[in-house]
């Protein structure tokens, strides 16, 4: 690698650690990652040390050992999962270690493998990841997750490039999008999440009763829950430890409520799932669940999603970004939901967090379903944000206000 990628990569590093984690000189950190992100891995390990960190533990991870075992291992074995592992990590959150996680797969890496198969395993695997998917929902710890190029990935980005040549491509299609390559990485995400709080709180002042979405094939009306919370791209831990959790990230979100949601959404870009992509779908919505679904390519897996539970068949989360979103301006449809849902307006079946809306931290399950805020093992989000797209705000006497207008911002903040 040249000096120039060495150098980006420790800007990266040091941008996860310092922005992203804020890693406080007493914690310790446990990362998962993919075997090919080990560079960076190494470099956020030494970046985190030299800030303080008194422990480095990485979870390693083999996307080609997924494929292996659907096609060799006994089908009755696919709900069998080593909860170990998930039992030691939730052991360190609770205690208060950083969590990273860097991910990287390739998109239709399963795409050959039998759907239910696919369906089985993915269902085990986030039934035993609920426990630390409501630490983060409640931001109980602070973590982040970022991307890491692989070849699998890489090349479906850029088909055309030997595998070196792609590779390199997305590492810098990611150093841009996350901005390492401003002179000062820091400066700048600290005027960047400025610009997304104080959208966050022109919308808390609104208070909504619901946004009305209109664009191609979506004509969609999600229902606010009362005290809704928008969120950017900084949270806080309960301990008050400000942090980023995905980098990159250009959204500000809130939780819809899961008994108001009515219409049809169309998905505007490919969903990249544990290595199958789905793509050309729709969801149909009544009352808040999920009634009708379709899709061109992946619909087995999409309904799979959709059953995983009762909280899957409903919406979880409602995030606007704008069309002139830095990922958005550089045309890369990146099959991968950490990037291409800062490139578009999207939604997320599933579970919503906690903060969103207001004391939802401290709520009883009965008590946070009541306010409207919607429990699942997943939170799988779907783009469909475009230059066509319209966003109002209705307000509690139903009248409407512009919000976007053909995918941009209407006010100015």
Known sequence: MDLQ?????????????????????????????????????RAVAASAYRTGCRLV????????????????????????????????????????????????????????????????????????????????????????????????????????????????????AIFETCRVNHPDPLVAWESHLRRLEARCDYLNRKQYSCLKYNGPGTDLTVGLPRSHVWAGARLITKAGVPFVANLPTEEIFTSPHRNRVDGVAKATMPLSYAGTLIDGFSLTFAEGRVTAHSARTGEEVLKGLIQTDEGAARLGEVALVPITSPICRSGILFYNTLFDENASSHLAIGSAERTSISGGDSMSEEAFAEAGGNSSAIHIDFMIGSSELDVDGIDEGGLPEPVMHRGEWVFEV
């Not at 390693?60 to 997924?66: H, K, R």
């Not at 939730?90 to 890496?109: E, F, H, M, N, T």
């Not at 695997?125 to 973590?143: K, S, T």
Request: aromatic letters at 8%.
């Open 5 to 41: 990628h060495e150098e980006n990569l420790r800007k990266y590093a040091d941008l996860i650690v310092k922005v992203g984690l804020n890693i406080q000189p007493s914690q310790q950190l446990v990362v998962r990652a993919p075997l090919e992100a080990g560079p960076l891995v």
């Open 57 to 172: 533990t990485v979870v390693w991870n083999d996307e080609q050992l997924q494929l292996l075992r659907l096609q060799n291992a006994p089908r009755d074995s696919f709900e069998e999962f080593p909860s170990w592992i998930m039992e030691g990590l939730v052991q360190c959150l609770k205690r208060g270690d950083a969590y990273l996680q860097v991910i990287g797969i390739s998109p239709d890496l399963l795409k050959d493998q039998d759907p239910g198969s696919v369906t089985l395993v993915n269902r085990t695997f986030w039934r035993h990841y609920a426990p630390i998917l409501d630490l983060q929902g409640e931001n109980a710890i602070n973590w982040c997750v970022v991307a890491a190029p692989i070849q699998g990935w890489a090349e479906m980005v850029f088909p055309g490039l030997d595998r070196r040549s792609a590779v390199s491509r997305l590492w810098d």
